[in-house]
C-alpha cells in the first residue's frame, strides 16, 4: 500500500509500506483524512518534539478519521466511519487505576515511536480506541476531533473558566478551539492573540471578544487594557514560544492561572520565579487529552463546534509535502491542512 514517509528534515515522499498486521481486538482502517498537527510540524521541521526523535523513514500523522474495512470480529462493522483516539492506555498501571489514562506509564501513541502514523491507506487500531462519527460529520474534517479533545481536557483542567476573563495566546487549531469551548464555559470576555490576519478573524468568528496582533502591540500592554489594568483571570498559552509563557504569567491578575498547552521548540522555559511567587500563580500544563472523545463528538453533533472554520486546506496524499510546507508556513491562511490518503 501507499503511504506518506518521512526520509529526512523537510522530505516527506509518497512510497510503498507494508500491510498492517491487525491484531486481536483491533480494526483495520481505509484511512480517509489526516490533519498535520503542530507536533508534526515540528517533527517535519526540526525532525524531533519536545525531545523526542524518530528513526526515519516513518510515517506521520495521529489525527486521523477513516472507514472500517474489516471489523476483525469487534463490535465495529465494516463500513462505519471512525476517528481515531491516537492514544492507548495499558489500562494496568497506577496512573491508569486512578483514571489518569493520558498520563499512563506505558502508553502507545499512533506516530509516536515504535508506532508508524496514520498518513497511510490503511492502518490497524484498537477497536475500543476508533469512535463511530455521526452522520452529518465531514469525516475530512473528523481528525480535528483529537485536538479539539485537548481543548476539552484544557478547558476541564482550568478551576474558574465560567464568569472569567480569558486570554488565549495563540490561534492555531487547538487556541481556536480553546476560544470557542471558554465562550461554552461561560467565559465573561474572551481576548485571542496573534500575527496572522487570518487567524484572528477565525478567532472572532469563533467567539473571542477582542482580538490582539502581536506584531502591532504588545500582548500584555493590550491584555490590561482589556481589564482596565486589572489582568485576565485565566490564560491559555497555545502558542508555543517560551515568550508567549512569559507574556501569560504577566497578563494574569494575582491569584490568577496559566493553562499552558503550547509546545516550544526548545524543550525549555525560563520564566521569572518572582512573577509567579508575588502574585501566587497558578500554573497548569496540559498533557494532551484524556478520554474526551465522546463529549467532543457531541459538540460537534450538536452544532456547539463548528470544524470547518478551522481545517482550511485539503491535500490529496501524493501532494503530502507540499501540504506540510504550507502547514509550516501557515501561508494563504492555513490553519489545519487536511492529508487525504
Ligand atoms: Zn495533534
Ligand atoms: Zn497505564
Known amino acids: 500500500m501507499r503511504a506518506v514517509i518521512q526520509h529526512g528534515v ?35 521541521a526540526e525532525g524531533n518534539v519536545g525531545g523526542v526523535s524518530w528513526d526515519q523513514p516513518f510515517v506521520p500523522g495521529h489525527e486521523a478519521a477513516g472507514i472500517v474495512e474489516d471489523s476483525n470480529g ?5 463500513g462505519t466511519p471512525v476517528v481515531l483516539d491516537p492514544a492507548v492506555a495499558c489500562r494496568a498501571c497506577d496512573m491508569c487505576a486512578d483514571g489518569l489514562f493520558h498520563l499512563c506509564r506505558d502508553l502507545r501513541f499512533l506516530d509516536l515511536p515504535p508506532v508508524h ?17 455521526p452522520e452529518g460529520i465531514d469525516l475530512v474534517e473528523a481528525p480535528l476531533i483529537e485536538p479539539l479533545c485537548i481543548a476539552v481536557h484544557a478547558l476541564e483542567l482550568a478551576s474558574r473558566p465560567g464568569g472569567a476573563v480569558v486570554l488565549v495566546a495563540g490561534c492555531g487549531a487547538i487556541g481556536l478551539l480553546t476560544i470557542r469551548l471558554a465562550k461554552i464555559h461561560g467565559a465573561a470576555k474572551v481576548v485571542a492573540t ?16 477582542a482580538t490582539v496582533d502581536i506584531s502591532q502591540a504588545d500582548p500584555v500592554e493590550a ?8 489582568g485576565v483571570d485565566l490564560a491559555f498559552e497555545v502558542a508555543g514560544p517560551p515568550e508567549a509563557l512569559q507574556q501569560c504569567l504577566e497578563a494574569v491578575r494575582p491569584a490568577g492561572e496559566v493553562v499552558v498547552i503550547g509546545i516550544p521548540s ?4 525560563c520564566v521569572r520565579a518572582s512573577e509567579l511567587r508575588r502574585r501566587e500563580l497558578t500554573v497548569r500544563f496540559v498533557r494532551r487529552q484524556n478520554e474526551n472523545y465522546p463529549e467532543a463528538i457531541e459538540l460537534v453533533r450538536d452544532g456547539r463546534v463548528n470544524l470547518s472554520s478551522v481545517l482550511t486546506h485539503r491535500f490529496p496524499m501524493a501532494r503530502a509535502q507540499e501540504a506540510f510546507e504550507l502547514a509550516e508556513r501557515k501561508g494563504e491562511g492555513a490553519i489545519r491542512v487536511a492529508v487525504m490518503p
Open 117 to 133: 502514523g496514520a498518513m497511510r491507506e490503511l492502518v490497524a487500531w484498537p477497536a475500543e480506541r476508533a469512535f463511530p462519527v
Open 223 to 230: 491584555a490590561l487594557a482589556q481589564t482596565g489594568g486589572r
Open 10 to 44: 523537510r522530505d516527506v515522499r509518497v512510497g510503498e509500506w507494508p500491510l498492517p498486521s491487525v491484531q486481536p481486538g483491533e480494526v483495520l482502517i481505509r484511512v480517509r483524512s489526516v490533519t498535520i498537527c503542530a507536533s508534526d510540524i515540528h517533527v517535519f
Open 194 to 209: 496573534d500575527l496572522i490576519p487570518e487567524r484572528l478573524a477565525a478567532a472572532l468568528d469563533l467567539g473571542a471578544d
Open 266 to 269: 526548545e524543550d525549555e522555559y
Open 74 to 78: 469487534t463490535r465495529l462493522a465494516a
